[in-house]
Every structure is written in structure tokens, then in C-alpha cells.
């Protein structure tokens, strides 16, 4: 049974950092590209970051740039998600999610797993 669990949410004021990390299970992780989306109130799904499995390239929204890190660390099938430098608008359900192919990291429908989300607040 595949799992993917989201943890490390929470409420933080403006220019604090969270870390956020997922934990999957079921699946072979080493083998997957890992992504992180985040849906707003009212707002659609959006990208936020990725690593691929193969070379661990790393991918970011330009909203997130400079202030946001992915990583995994393959041998406890986790990762994570580094956020420094909130914002209110970085307020949003964060999902992590994976893909097998990695083809197009950013692309949401490329995926094929995803974890229930974890809520992040900002306040000003």
C-alpha cells in the first residue's frame, strides 16, 4: 500500500521558516521524482518544487526561489521541504507527491502518488 505522509505544518508570522517533510512508503523511493505542491483557499494547485531521482536535479517556482530548498535523504525515503522567508501568500495546503518518470517535474498530472497535505499559515 502506497503512502506518502506529509508532516512539520503550522502556524508561523512572516519572515519565519518551517520545514516540512514526507515520508513514503509502499513504493520503491529511490526510484521516483518527488514534488511538492501547495493549493491556496479558493486557488488552484501550483507547483512548488521537485528533485528527480536519477540526478537530483532540483526545480522551484519562481515565487519560492531563494527562499524554499527540497531534499530527500534516500535511505529514510523522506523528503523535505526547507521554507524560509514566509509569506502570507505562501499560506496553502502543502501536498507532496511522486512520479515515476520525472519527465516534467513540474507538471501535477505527471504524478502518480499523493499524500494528504499538511496546512501551512503565514500571518503578517
Known amino acids: 500500500q502506497v503512502q506518502l505522509v506529509e508532516s512539520g505544518g503550522g502556524l508561523v508570522q512572516a519572515g519565519g521558516s518551517l520545514r516540512l517533510s514526507c515520508a513514503g512508503s509502499?513504493?520503491?523511493?529511490?526510484?521516483?521524482?518527488m514534488g511538492w505542491f501547495r493549493q491556496g483557499r479558493g486557488k488552484d494547485r501550483e507547483f512548488v518544487a521537485a528533485?528527480?531521482?536519477?540526478?537530483?536535479?532540483?526545480y522551484y517556482a519562481d515565487s519560492v526561489k531563494g527562499r524554499f530548498t527540497i531534499s530527500r535523504e534516500n535511505a529514510k525515503n523522506t523528503v523535505y521541504l526547507q521554507m524560509n522567508s514566509l509569506k502570507p501568500e505562501d499560506t496553502a495546503v502543502y501536498y507532496c507527491?511522486?512520479?515515476?518518470?520525472?519527465?516534467?517535474?513540474?507538471?501535477?498530472?505527471?504524478?502518480?502518488?499523493w499524500g494528504q497535505g499538511t496546512q501551512v499559515t503565514v500571518s503578517s
Open positions: 507527491a511522486a512520479d515515476h518518470y520525472g519527465r516534467t517535474p513540474r507538471d501535477y498530472s505527471e504524478y502518480d502518488f
Open positions: 509502499g513504493f520503491t523511493f529511490t526510484s521516483y521524482t
Open positions: 528533485i528527480r531521482w536519477s540526478d537530483s536535479s532540483t
